[in-house]
């Protein structure tokens, strides 16, 4: 199996899922947005290693070439992207080219070597500004920034080449909120710079690197005033992977990644505080430009065609999450800390 973006938040996770399943791994990663000291926590946290690791650029079709030439490769895993919302409103025609191109470049390679099964790393960002709660596939895309359309891209560019090659399959997996951690502590989110998302953003309040964090906006008409999202257990997202590679259909489809149940801001720092018992400081501050007050997940597809459903609540979620930041207060490139109680 070849992962693509396996260093990643999302695809570190699923590595381990993996190969706790058997399966063999093989990952790309280019190491843009990710660390290297994460392969090495991929095989600690699995009990086995990955079989290779190749670093290098999904658009360069020579490495692409050598690497389903070196390994017996019978499915792919795509997360191999950019992914930062703001970032892409800055940099559009960088994320057109990242995404899209390494898309179609890796389906270029999959056909010509007689790879068939593709499960691609798609957003519930593509539903946009919709009110429709809760969320199901057939809601339509309507995405609003260059990040999610590359993403709605990539899934049209994906059910294109199904049609026109019909023995390929591929899954794209809209995810909504993904967090969390590898219950180990060996594995989490580490973004690079200031965090984007709530999440990370949070735990490095709660670890004492930043002094508090900014809740974006109070007056939404949602029960405390606070955007309410649909959080995933980023281990739950990676079990979906697995299944969805297990079960996946002929031609192409589209399957929502979320738990159904929604979570305010607010309510977030109240779960930190009840599970770990750090208080957040919290402030109010004004909306940030494109979010919606509420994007809860409709997982009813996948518990039916799958019988998949997620098994890890919010007090998992924010537990493990603050698990891993405490035991890798810096991130990765940092070290874990020795003599953590564990
Ligand atoms: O410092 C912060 C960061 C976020 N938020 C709020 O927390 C909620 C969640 O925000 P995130 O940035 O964590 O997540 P988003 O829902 O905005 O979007 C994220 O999840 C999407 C899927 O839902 C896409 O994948 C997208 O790329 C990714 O950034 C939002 O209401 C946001 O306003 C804050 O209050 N303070």
């Not at 946290?45 to 999904?58: N, V």
């Not at 593509?126 to 359309?149: C, D, F, H, K, M």
């Not at 180990?184 to 999440?199: A, C, I, K, Q, T």
């Not at 208080?279 to 998949?308: H, K, N, Q, T, Y």
Request: charged share 20%.
């Amino acid at each position: 199996m070849l992962v693509t973006g396996g260093a990643g938040f999302i695809g570190s996770h699923t590595c381990v899922e993996l190969l706790a399943h058997g399966h063999a791994v093989v990952v790309v990663d280019d190491f843009s947005n990710s660390s290297p000291a994460v392969i090495d926590r991929i095989d600690k946290a699995a009990g086995r290693p990955i079989t290779a690791l190749h670093e290098g650029d999904l658009r360069d079709s020579s490495l692409l070439r050598s690497v389903f030439e070196a390994h017996p490769i019978d499915a792919v895993i795509h997360f191999a992207a950019k992914k930062a919302v703001g970032e892409s409103v800055e940099l559009p025609l960088e994320y057109y080219d990242v995404n899209v191109s390494a898309t179609t470049s890796l389906l270029r390679t999959m056909l010509a070597h007689g790879v068939r099964e593709l499960v691609f790393s798609s957003s519930c960002s593509i539903y946009g500004q919709t009110s429709t709660v809760p969320l199901g596939e057939a809601e339509p895309a309507a995405p609003t920034n260059p990040y999610a359309r590359s993403k709605w891209f990539c899934e049209n560019i994906i059910a294109d080449a199904c049609r026109r090659y019909p023995e390929l399959n591929a899954v794209a997996l809209r995810y909504f909120n993904p967090v969390g951690a590898h219950s180990s502590g060996l594995l989490g989110e580490d973004p690079r710079g200031v965090p984007n998302n709530v999440m990370p953003y949070m735990m490095q309040v709660a670890i004492g690197r930043r002094p508090e964090l900014q809740v974006f906006g109070g007056d939404y008409e949602t029960p405390d005033g606070t955007c309410v999202r649909d959080y995933i257990h980023v281990m739950d997202v990676a079990d979906g992977h697995r299944v969805a590679l297990s079960q996946l259909e002929p031609g192409f489809s589209v399957f929502n990644l979320g738990t159904g149940v929604g979570t305010s801001v607010l309510g977030l720092v109240a779960a930190f505080r009840e599970a770990c018992g750090v208080e957040i400081p919290a402030r109010v501050v004004s909306r940030r430009p494109g979010d919606v007050a509420m994007l809860i997940a409709d997982p009813a597809r996948a518990a039916s065609a799958w019988g998949w459903r997620t098994t890890r609540d919010l007090h998992a979620m924010v537990r493990d999450a603050w698990e891993f930041q405490r035991l890798n207060p810096y991130g990765y490139e940092a070290g874990l800390v020795v003599g953590s109680g564990q």
